[in-house]
Structure formats: C-alpha cells, structure tokens
C-alpha cells in the first residue's frame, strides 16, 4: 500500500510537470518577428485627456482590481525567454556591446536643427514652453525649453533619458540640445497655435517673445533648447495600454502582454520615469521596402531623473500614484502621523537635477504617477528580464 502511495506521488509529479510550460521551451530560438506585413493605413488615436485620467484614477481602476485577474506571462518571448526584434523593440545592449559613440548617437538622424529656425505652429499641452519649428534644411522639429527655475534639467534629460531607451532597444526619436540667438527665430504667416480652450487662433511674434521672454538664456544671450525632430511616417495616436489597435493586422498580442512594455518599470524606477503614458508613446504609419506597416515609439523622456518632481512641487512622485488610493486611506487612518517615505528624501544643490537619488530608493514600491497598466501585469519573469539590461550599462 505504501509503494502504491509513493507510485501516485511520482505520477502526479510527472503529470504536474508536462503540463507546466516551463521558462524555456524546447523549440527553434526566434530572434525576429515578422509583424511588418503591409497594411492599409489605420485610423489615428484621439487622447481623449479627460477620459484617460478618469480611467486610471477611478473607472478602470476599480473594475480591474475587482477583476481579480491571474497571472499571465508575457506572450511575445522566444524559447530563451527573451523578446525578438519587432517593430516595438529591436535588442541592442543586450545581445551586443555599444561603444560611447554608439549610445551618444543613438537614433541620431540629421542631428540638431540648424538656424534659423521657422515657427511653423504652437506647442500643444506640457508644462515646459515651445514650439514646432523648420530649420534652413527643411527638417521639422519640436523645440521645448527649460523654465527659469530649473535651468538645464528638461533639454538635458530628455536627450540623456532617450539615448538609454535606445541603447536598451526602444524605438525613441532623435532628441537634441541646441543652441540659438533670439534673432534667428521666424514666423510662418499663418502660423497657430492651440489655446487653453482648444480653440486655434493664429500665433503672433508677440506669442514667439513670450515664449523666449519665459526661458532662461545662457551668459553669451543665447537660448538652450531641446529639439525632437519629427518622425518619418504619418502619426496613428498613442499606444493603447490595454488590448490591440483593432484596425492593425500586425498587432495580435494584447499590449499589456508584451514583455517590453511590461519590463519597461524596470527601466521606468531605475531612470525615475514617473510621466508614462499614453500620450508619451506614438504609433508610427511608415513605408519600408515597398511595405506599410505600423511602427511603435516612446516618446518625451523630459520628466524623468527628479524632474517631474522639481517641476511640479510633487515630491511623492516615485511613490504615489497621482491620486493613490492606498497611500490617502494609510495617511487617514494614521490621522496623519504617519512618515510617508518620499519625506525623507533631500533635494540636490543642483537646479537642473532635483531630488534624485538611490538612499530612498525602492525599486519594488515605486510608482510611476499616472497608472499604467501594463506595469501591474510585470511578473518576476518580465522583472528580471529588465534588470539583466540594466546591468549590461558600465
């Protein structure tokens, strides 16, 4: 009887272990994907703001924690357990070494503009003031600038943040900091911009000043900014956080399955990258080879390394959500004497840096401000997939 015990334990053992599917699969090694079969263009995402914040504060929030939603393991990895070339993610430190000069230049394309500079249209939303601007080329670039109080932090961040995303395997613009004096700036006649009320009304030089006039000038009068220059192909929106773009053939893995957007909290904590969202990512219609298809972008990395906490006063960013539900209900029940941790930390004598720092770091609590959803389905899997990136960095 009891070898009759022992028999059904190793059965069910042997059951238990066909049926797991294991981190590694015994199958061809796949380190590319085909998801760039022409397509007929698809429609372009509104960001319909208002909504959007509405979901992640309260009405998706609350459904998928009551959801109660098992685990699932990311659905685009090879038998390796890592992620194949697609047209989200092209592996670049990770599969080989990057000079300096590789990761200095990144997605470099045409480099900064070069003046004068024409102001084509106004700036659309951000805190940061700018402009979308041609240079004496004709290559089209949006150009933001520092504010007075934080001289240096946003055009310096942006590009630095952007160089490691790419460097990482992230399809990111060609960010870059320039410089110009006021007087190689023009208007386009007929130029506009789009007010607080989203009305368009026609820019002025009087709006150009204005700009200038807020940004800080460097000891010789010239202005530092940060130019993105456009990307190649028609804008489709966004990348939605959950589920597919229904109209594109090529995206057949729901987005908060991918291992890159998944494992992108890693990169997030590590950088302090708290402003991701929607409108921080953008699908891309473009043409290669006589095929169109849809490419995939991050986008505006201007917030990260303590800046959104420096620009904005919020000092929790890191560690709470915009509205954090958990955090507000232990401040209530503690009658407020409770030591939140984000209090603890310092900010740096720099202007252009912030209160950035490791001593009250937590990887595992941080908390990226607007909930992003694929960041709750990372699992240890996606994590230390992530963190193996992060140490191929000297």
Aim: contains cysteine; proline residues 7%; aromatic residues 12%.
């Amino acid at each position: 009887m009891k070898d009759l015990r022992w028999l059904g334990l190793f059965v069910c053992l042997g059951l238990s272990a066909c049926a797991a599917p294991g981190q590694f699969q015994d199958r061809p090694v796949v380190w590319a994907v085909a998801d760039d079969a022409d397509i007929a263009k698809p429609q372009e995402n509104d960001f319909p703001r208002i909504r959007y914040f509405a979901d992640i504060i309260l009405f998706r929030r609350v459904p998928r924690a009551l959801e109660l939603r098992s685990a699932e393991p990311a659905r685009n990895v090879n038998a390796l357990d890592e992620v194949p070339d697609s047209t989200w993610f092209v592996n670049r430190i990770g599969l080989r070494p990057l000079t300096p000069a590789q990761a200095v230049a990144g997605p470099n394309r045409h480099g900064p503009p070069q003046p004068p500079l024409t102001v084509v249209r106004g700036k659309i939303g951000g805190a940061n003031p700018g402009f979308f601007a041609k240079d004496v080329r004709g290559h089209t670039y949006l150009v933001k600038f520092d504010t007075k109080d934080n001289p240096e932090m946003q055009t310096a961040t942006g590009v630095i943040v952007n160089r490691i995303f790419w460097a990482l395997g992230y399809n990111v613009p060609s960010d870059h900091v320039f410089y110009f004096h006021g007087d190689q700036v023009r208007l386009k006649p007929g130029a506009k911009f789009v007010d607080e009320l989203q009305r368009k009304q026609l820019m002025t030089k009087a709006h150009v000043a204005e700009i200038l006039t807020a940004s800080p000038r460097q000891s010789d009068g010239r202005f530092r900014a940060f130019a993105s220059e456009f990307l190649e192909g028609a804008p489709l929106g966004g990348v939605l956080p959950e589920g597919l773009r229904e109209d594109d053939a090529n995206d057949i893995i729901p987005h908060q399955h991918r291992r890159e957007l998944r494992g992108l909290r890693v990169f997030s904590a590590w950088l302090g990258h708290t402003d991701m969202k929607e409108d921080n990512t953008l699908d891309m219609y473009v043409e290669q080879d006589g095929r169109h298809f849809v490419r995939h972008y991050l986008i505006d990395f201007g917030e990260a390394l303590g800046a959104h906490q420096a620009e904005k006063a919020r000092y929790e960013d890191g560690w709470e959500y915009i509205i954090d539900w958990q955090m507000m209900a232990a401040a209530y029940l503690s009658f407020g004497l409770w030591q939140r941790p984000w209090e603890k930390q310092k900010e740096t004598p720099w202007l252009s840096i912030g209160a950035f720092g490791a001593e009250h770091f937590d990887p595992a609590l941080w908390r990226e401000a607007y909930p992003y959803w694929p960041f709750f389905e990372m699992d240890p899997a996606d994590a230390f997939w992530a963190a193996k990136l992060v140490m191929r960095f000297d």
